[in-house]
């Protein structure tokens, strides 16, 4: 009797339990208040490692690929785990804008196309992210022209294809939307579902605040009538000042209703500036208090 009693109450709490746990494995709902908040946790334990130091589930985790990749079904696992995906997907040094305008990707395009598809859950592509780098630098892919044409076409193929659960995000550096360089690289609005934006604190550099990083091209989300994504955000893991700055911009973010997502860059850079905040005690309590802000939604 007592051990009937015992696991029919056990069946009762699991019975509980079970709606509860599927809820947490779905990935968030953009909030029509507030922010996603998210990270590249490219540190020892991965994702799981972060989480487990934060105290949270990333709302969305960050992924870089390249043109060549194949494997779109795996984004699914990212969805599966209750995260929305960001896919970085590169197109230097495989193609150049030109040949993506003049369409002799369009199979590699389609074929990403009907693999985000047919994860049947929305991912945030942020195809050629940093287009803007000058000619020269390993990601430059081609003029502002052609960048603008190319993105026009690959949005034009995804809709085609119908993978309408995928948000296409124009991502530039943050530094260069005060000086028009950054405009000239706009499609249109119609081809851009959210403005993104790569700004981070280097070593040795001029120290900024997030309203002197992210202002300016916070102004452009606003006045093209579109979502913002902060895609790439660090400051040095071992820098004092790191800390306080991230406390500072979750409180800017929070100020600024436009911004509906962000993606911190936990990993190293390739110039080998250090950003992983679980590096540092003091960065990453302050990351964890960030995150842990209800304006940054789970």
């Not at 199979?107 to 049947?120: D, E, P, S, T, Y």
């Not at 803007?132 to 052609?146: K, N, V």
């Not at 997030?210 to 916070?218: D, E, K, L, P």
């Not at 005690?281 to 302050?286: D, N, P, Q, S, V």
Request: proline share 7%; net charge positive.
């Amino acid at each position: 009797m007592r051990r009937a009693l015992v696991m029919a109450m056990l069946s009762m709490v699991l019975a509980a339990a079970a709606p509860q746990l599927a809820q947490a494995a779905k990935p968030p709902v953009v909030p029509a208040r507030g922010a996603l908040w998210g990270a590249f946790p490219n540190e020892q334990g991965g994702i799981a490692g972060l989480q487990g130091r934060v105290g949270r589930r990333l709302a969305i985790v960050h992924r870089y690929v390249p043109w060549t990749f194949k494997q779109w079904s795996s984004i699914g696992d990212y969805l599966r785990g209750g995260h929305l995906p960001l896919v970085s997907w590169s197109a230097a040094p495989t193609t150049t804008a030109a040949a993506i305008a003049g369409g002799s990707q369009d199979a590699v395009i389609q074929r990403a196309a009907a693999g985000l598809k047919a994860l049947h859950g929305r991912v945030f592509l942020r195809p050629f992210y940093e287009f803007d780098q000058p000619h020269g630098h390993p990601r430059y892919i081609g003029s502002p022209a052609e960048v603008r044409a190319a993105f026009r076409r690959l949005h034009n193929i995804f809709r085609a294809v119908g993978a309408r659960n995928v948000r296409i995000v124009w991502c530039p550096m943050a530094f260069d939307f005060h000086d028009g360089i950054a405009r000239s690289y706009w499609p249109g609005n119609k081809y851009v579902n959210w403005v993104g934006t790569d700004g981070y604190n280097f070593p040795g550099k001029t120290w900024r605040s997030f309203g002197a990083i992210f202002s300016n091209a916070y102004r452009f989300a606003v006045d093209h009538g579109k979502r913002m994504m902060i895609s790439e955000v660090a400051s040095p893991a071992a820098d004092p000042r790191t800390p306080n700055w991230m406390l500072a911009g979750a409180k800017w973010i929070h100020h600024h209703p436009v911004i509906h997502a962000v993606a911190y860059f936990d990993s190293t850079s390739p110039k080998g500036y250090n950003f992983q905040v679980g590096s540092n005690r003091h960065t990453l309590a302050a990351f964890r208090t960030w995150g842990l802000r209800r304006w940054f939604h789970r």
